[in-house]
């Protein structure tokens, strides 16, 4: 595993809000074609650690390298231009517009010919074919009508809006934040489902999650996160669940991974 | 895979296969679940998916009582072609305000604007010898640079916009009573030097109906602005901006951009307002459309849109302004008095916003 190039890659990032510090010196690293989880307590840093991999803070010291290569994001326009797809634990989806708007937001695709570039006219039907496609790839057509506002659909589902989009848009990195958070039993499988998928499809997934069953169940490593940096990296197979909230709330010391 | 959006009963197995089935033939089949709904559901769902429905319902039906109440006086095509010349500038201010509110934003300096690119018009092309279409161009200049402002304050000092707007309410007006040393300019005077300030004013009729250039550009605007919200990439981007501006900007949209020419294009639209207006009442006066500011809130509040951002539609709007119009039309011919007309729009006013709360809750 570690002779191979991480996908993305963290050293030392620093991040202040005022006299709080959320991110104190913390490393990350994401290997091809895994499931990384990220868990911690809360308070621990882990969204603002995701934020700085997704442009969406920028840190105030520290390395970001993309398969090696240094990389500053500005912002989330631009880590998603290199690939890197975000959801967030606050879902990005705007409720009162469609499923296919929103799998499109701020990337819509205009009629050729004159029609797209003089009149600026977005080709709607195009979008609804490749939202469709992309939703029934990963088996999400239970979400019928395309146009339907988002806020019509259920917690899961709108869950699932918003891990297509990043699935079907990010070439690299898929991220997502706390994704079972706010849902039931039923739905949080379905979303575990989708992870896999989304694995399978060859894209890298980061997965901040609190759920330890959930954790154990998709991952094939464990980042622990622990005041602000990184207190350890684990396999389901080497760790117990018990040892994982140990080191995450510090009953147990590790080495520093 | 058997998910569904209502949170009901569990539909029997049938209606299950019926759904696998128009799923593979048609993809997009609206509102699949509808027969396991209850009537109340089924209606909050149709005003929820059409934003306009209600307002073009209380249209219809406004237009249907004055027929019988007021007398044979009110459906005429030239009464209902008046009631469109009165709501023309209206309409107009009231598009400008659409944009804003669905931003989550509000207005109150849409009728200080027009009014001091009214001024900035005709001195320019009457006092100043300016010829009419450079007047014509730097009075649209005049909004847009207005609309600047606000929108600077918005989005840079970050500043709510009820306050800002308020400010430069004030503002704007104090420098049209300067720039204008609160005289009226002549319908005369522009009429000999600048006739284009008025082309708004010219009609035709059709049918008996008196039809103005200015109601055709309104009706024209209103066409245009509904395919830049509806066709383009800008108009989902004001629509996402205003229906959770922080989920926009996470998904890459920039929304402090989105607000800025939001406020710039409203400033160039009550620029385009000003035109008509001149068209309208032929002179120039520093004191005219004092009240347009309201007004044109109240045609977007009637009209559906959502004072809470994200949600409403530019027909609505003109809806609105014609709703107000022919209520105010229909009881002035029914002989009531104009305090009961202010007194109506406020009704309409406290409905709409009631309607609105009532179709916002329980989404699903
Ligand atoms: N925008 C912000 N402004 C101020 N403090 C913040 C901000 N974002 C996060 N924090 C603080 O940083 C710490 C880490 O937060 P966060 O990254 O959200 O942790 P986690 O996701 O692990 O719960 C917390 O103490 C939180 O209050
Ligand atoms: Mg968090």
Known sequence: ?257 | MTEHTNQGSQPPSSQADHERVTESVGGSIAMRSDEVLDWPRRIHRFFHANPTAAPAIVLIAAVLAFSLIAGERFLTPFNLSLVLQQVTIIGALGVAQTLIIMTMGIDLSVGAIMVLSSVVMGRLAVDFGLPPSMALVLGLVCGAACGAINGTLVTRIKLPPFIVTLGTWNIFFSLNLWYSNSQTIRSQDIESIAPLLQWAGNSFTLFGARITFGSLMMIALVGLVWYALNWTAWGRHVYATGDDKDAAELAGIRTQRVLMSVYIVAGVICGLAAWLMIGRIGSVSPQVGTMSNLDSITAVVIGGTSLFGGRGSIVGTLIGALVVGIFRNGLALAGVDVLWQEFTVGLLILVAVGIDQWIRRASA
């Open chain 1, 1 to 257: 595993m570690s002779q191979q190039t991480p996908v993305l890659q963290a050293k030392g990032l620093i991040k202040r809000f005022g006299r709080v510090t959320a991110l104190d010196g913390a490393d990350f690293e994401l290997y091809p074609g895994e499931v990384l989880a990220v868990i911690g307590d809360n308070g621990a840093g882990k969204s603002s650690l995701i934020k700085a991999l997704s442009g969406a803070l920028v840190p105030d010291a520290g390395e970001i390298r993309m398969n090696g290569e240094l990389v500053q994001f500005k912002n989330p326009m631009h880590a998603r231009s290199l690939g890197i797809e975000t959801v967030y634990q606050t879902l990005a989806v705007s409720p009162a517009l469609g499923i296919a708007d929103n799998l499109f937001l701020g990337r819509e695709l205009r009629k050729p010919g004159i029609l797209g570039s003089v009149f600026r006219m977005l080709d709607k039907a195009e979008m609804r074919r490749q939202a469709t496609e992309q939703l029934s790839q990963l088996g999400l057509l239970t979400i019928q009508n395309i146009n339907q506002a988002v806020e019509t659909l259920s917690g899961g589902q709108r869950q699932g809006v918003a891990v297509a989009r990043s699935a079907a848009f990010g070439s690299q990195v898929v991220i997502l934040d706390e994704p079972t958070a706010a849902l039931g039993v039923k739905e949080s499988r379905r979303v575990l489902n989708l992870i896999r998928d989304v694995r399978d499809r060859g894209l890298p997934v980061v997965l901040i999650s609190h759920n330890m069953p959930h954790v154990f169940e998709v991952a094939d490593r464990i980042h622990i996160h622990r005041l602000g940096k990184r207190a350890a990296v684990i396999t389901p197979d080497s760790h117990s669940m018990a040892d994982a909230v140990g080191i995450m709330t510090g009953a147990v010391e590790v080495d520093a991974a």
